[in-house]
């Protein structure tokens, strides 16, 4: 399954590389959700908010109204996790909240918010640069790998997103052979993110039995939908 991604920035939907560089920005939003609205799912993120400064609740809510998102992006509590149901996503991705500075695995977190939300809500996001988990923004790393993290959350997430962010934006490819790894990590859906930038890729993952997030290729049209 091929999975469209929003990303927000600066109340603008944006497409960054490495997370890092702005390289697209657009505020046509009517154009993008109507183009999005035939998919089953789509990605929301909230880059602000990820990075810790500012958010843009307000265009989540909008957007969350109108397309089956998962949503994340600074969700660092019960709290704020059950504000985005509430305002219309379908789940919430938990990154950052999910691991300590110290490169623990935060399971008592997890399983609170398991039992408050309810686990088939969770989309828990591995997001990994150099082989170590990545946090803040993908500003800050902890001493954990995903092959140590994806069991131990297992209980607690209905879904697991890996973005691969060595690549994110770049499309030159997603590496088929870590998704083949991750798979057999986990029962769970895993989702695999980070220079997507073909159909036969999404096949190629598909035949895994791992879905596809595609930002960067879906809006310069080199990935038609």
Do not use: C
């Not at 990075?51 to 949503?71: C, E, F, Y």
């Not at 686990?119 to 150099?130: L, P, S």
């Not at 994110?168 to 998704?179: D, H, K, N, S, V």
């Amino acid at each position: 399954m091929l999975i469209p991604s929003i990303d927000l920035l600066g109340g603008q939907i944006v497409q960054l590389v490495q997370g890092e560089k702005l390289r697209l920005a657009f505020d046509d939003f009517e154009y993008w959700i109507d183009k999005f609205s035939k998919f089953p799912l789509v990605q929301l993120i909230d880059l602000d908010a990820a990075m810790r400064q500012g958010d843009n609740s307000k265009l989540v809510a909008q957007i969350a109204k109108r397309l089956p998102v998962q949503a994340g992006g600074g969700i660092h509590s019960i709290e704020r996790a059950q504000q985005v149901l509430d305002a219309g996503a379908k789940r919430v991705i938990i990154g950052s909240a999910l691991f300590s500075e110290a490169g623990a695995v935060n399971t008592e977190f997890a399983a609170a918010l398991a039992v408050a939300v309810g686990t088939e809500r969770i989309v828990a996001g591995i997001d990994t640069k150099n082989g170590r988990i990545a946090v803040k923004g993908w500003k800050a790393q902890v001493a954990l790998t995903p092959d140590e993290a994806i069991p131990q959350l297992e209980p607690n997430a209905g879904a697991f997103l890996y973005t691969h962010i060595d690549g994110e934006g770049l499309m030159q490819g997603f590496p088929i052979a870590t998704a083949s790894r991750l798979r057999k990590l986990t029962q769970r859906q895993l989702i695999v993110a980070g220079g997507i930038r073909s159909q036969q890729e999404v096949d190629a993952l598909d035949a895994l039995g791992v879905d596809a997030v595609a930002g960067m290729a879906v809006y310069t049209n080199l990935l038609a939908i």
